[in-house]
């Protein structure tokens, strides 16, 4: 549930942001001039924002599409990110979000006809190569789409856009979107997955494997590329077991030849988020696990981390063709 | 801990009655009322009054981890009935031209409003916001001690642009004091906000009872915070804690066996 909507003055009649009014007639409307305003000042607690999160309309002036991190991608030599929101409708507690920004409120950038602008312009920049663009880096890319109509918009402008890809990354089962238009190759929807226990111990309002496997499944059969994300991946007792129950659980549902790419790394943070969410979530045991610093990044010990990697990659090419592999390697 | 911050003694007279707050006859610079649980303090008109009046007595209680704050009082509007009560969104500074926001975190019980803060009274009245004198010196200065969510006002309207009914303080509290049991909702929802936020802190009797065992170097009273603050907040308490550390004289065991009790509780998530 919205708490509050506050909107920028210079969107409030944008027809984007009208219709998420529409759908709000009962919560209070505040206008802004910035989303700044509300979203930046220190002084917040973003673990209490969560439970109750307002929802921010504003638009995105600079800075629309940014170059992936090293290492981000599935093989090919251009990844670029774009973020049409700010903060997940989902908590997951292994997730850098958590520590990324200082209010938990969702920004919903209207602006799609700009985003839109600036990936051609990156897509000429390159051409004729293929150029990827990562959509769900700040927030799911579909979990909010009959508020956000994010894929309603962008999924046929990329279909359009030659040498453009797009990967739509998601622990949602809101895929009705999808099923209303064409397939386009060069769109992957990417489902992640923890196994049951970490589901259960850390993705907060996720929704089930079972639904998520359902929805992938159908999704699939519907002619969509599929990809999965298995990331990250986290130790305990028996996680290479349950590892294997969600393998097992995923490819009696879809067949692996209808598999776009997977991918699969282990729990990680960047030092500076880690400290931040850590020091909103001092009873997570998560953050009290075995951790080290590693390349500015904590995680587990690199033999462990190794090892985890090495019996789940080996439980995955049972299943898998080893082309459509992509290791997340973070680490030199 | 939750203060209540108003400017007049009749904007404060229906809470210091509805609590039993009594007056402190300790303390000098500004009226000051409270019990156990809360605090008012009677700042006086205008925002630097308020401003000063919030860090007046958040200095006076600096051992209290976690404080929640309501500033309370009239408010001027155009268009809302007299006697109308809102939960501030949006708090406008007239010069510094500056804007905060309350944030919503629970179910108010209030309609919303703006509310601009002027540097003098005024009887122009604007049907986007109310008007007072202390919300935005009272916000402002508020934050510096406690994160947003726990820094509310609440403003009742006195006057409108078709009734200005003038000054009476008999009144202004019959005015408030209609609205006294959805005041008191509302602080009780604040008071169980800051509880969750004062639970996930270490206690000052439960920091000291392990710090005492041993002489802990400033780095490794850091490293004992952390393994504090996860234990404590999972099944253990200090008293099981210091059991498990009975035998142990210096800080670096106590550290060892109280970061071993850690990973055994968070292998399994």
Request: hydrophobic share 40%.
């Amino acid at each position: 549930m919205v708490s509050c909507i506050y909107i920028e003055t210079a969107v409030s009649d944008h027809p984007r942001a009208q219709k998420i009014l529409d759908r709000y007639r009962q919560v209070p409307v505040v206008e802004i001039e910035h989303h700044g305003e509300v979203f930046n000042p220190r002084a917040q607690n973003f673990r209490l924002q969560k439970s109750n999160p307002a929802l921010i309309i504003s638009s995105k002036h600079k800075r629309r599409v940014l170059a992936a991190p090293e290492g981000y991608g599935l093989g090919v030599k251009h990844n670029y990110y774009f973020s049409h929101m700010l903060n997940c409708l989902y908590d997951c507690r292994y997730c850098f979000l958590q520590g990324m920004y200082p209010s938990a409120h969702q920004v919903i950038f209207v602006n799609y006809e700009d985003f839109s602008d600036s990936i051609t312009e990156t897509v000429e920049l390159h051409a004729p190569d293929p150029v990827w663009f990562f959509s769900g880096y700040d927030c799911d890319s579909l979990a909010y789409e009959p508020v956000t109509r994010f894929a309603e918009y962008f999924v046929p402008f990329i279909a359009r856009t030659k040498n453009a890809w797009l990967e739509l990354r998601t622990k949602s089962t809101q895929v009705r979107q999808l099923l209303k238009i064409q397939p386009c190759e060069r769109v992957v929807t990417a489902f992640s997955f923890t196994d049951a226990h970490s589901h259960a111990k850390l993705e907060h309002g996720v929704p089930s494997i079972s639904k998520r496997i359902e929805a992938m499944k159908t999704l699939s059969e519907a002619g969509w590329p599929v990809g999965l994300r298995f990331d990250p991946l986290v130790y305990y007792d028996n996680f290479a077991q349950s590892f294997a129950q969600l393998l097992e659980q995923i490819f009696s549902a879809i067949d692996p030849n209808r598999i776009h790419s997977v991918s699969l790394g282990a729990f990680r943070l960047p030092k500076d988020n880690f400290r931040q969410i850590h020091r909103l979530y001092p009873d997570e045991a998560l953050f009290a696990q075995n951790l080290e610093l590693n390349n500015a990044m904590m995680s587990y010990p690199l033999s462990q981390e190794q090892s985890m990697i090495k019996d789940c990659e080996s439980m995955l090419m049972n299943y898998i063709n080893p082309d459509t592999y992509f290791p997340c390697e973070w680490y030199e | 801990m939750l203060i209540w911050i108003t400017a007049l003694h009749c904007e404060a007279k229906p809470v210091i009655d509805f609590y039993r707050l009594k007056k402190s006859p300790a303390h000098r610079g500004f009226d000051l009322y409270q019990n156990d649980d809360m605090c008012l303090v009677v700042s006086g008109i205008g925002k630097t009054s308020a401003a000063a009046a919030t860090a007046w007595v958040a200095a006076l209680l600096p051992s209290y981890t976690s404080i929640a704050w309501i500033n309370l009082g009239i408010a001027g509007a155009a268009i809302q009935d007299i006697g109308s009560a809102f939960w501030i969104h949006k708090i406008t500074s007239e010069s510094p031209r500056q804007h905060y926001f309350p944030v919503p975190t629970f179910t108010t019980g209030f309609d919303s409003s703006a509310c601009t803060t002027l540097d003098e009274a005024s009887n122009e009245y604007h049907p986007e916001t109310l008007f007072d004198m202390e919300a935005s010196g009272f916000f402002s200065t508020a934050t510096r001690f406690s994160s947003a969510e726990f820094i509310h006002c609440l403003k009742i309207v006195s006057d409108n642009q078709d009734q200005q009914p003038g000054f009476d303080k008999a009144v202004i509290s019959a005015q408030i004091n209609q609205h006294i049991d959805s005041i008191d909702k509302f602080a009780k929802k604040l008071e169980m906000l800051n509880q969750q936020s004062i639970n996930l802190k270490i206690s000052d009797t439960d920091w000291h009872s392990i710090l005492d065992r041993a002489r802990f170097s400033m780095t490794q009273q850091a490293q004992l915070k952390t393994v504090l603050g996860f234990l404590l907040n999972r099944d253990f308490d200090a008293e099981t804690l210091i059991r498990q550390v009975s035998g142990l004289s210096s800080s670096r065991d106590i550290l060892k066996q109280l970061n071993q009790i850690r990973l055994d509780e968070s292998r399994n998530l």
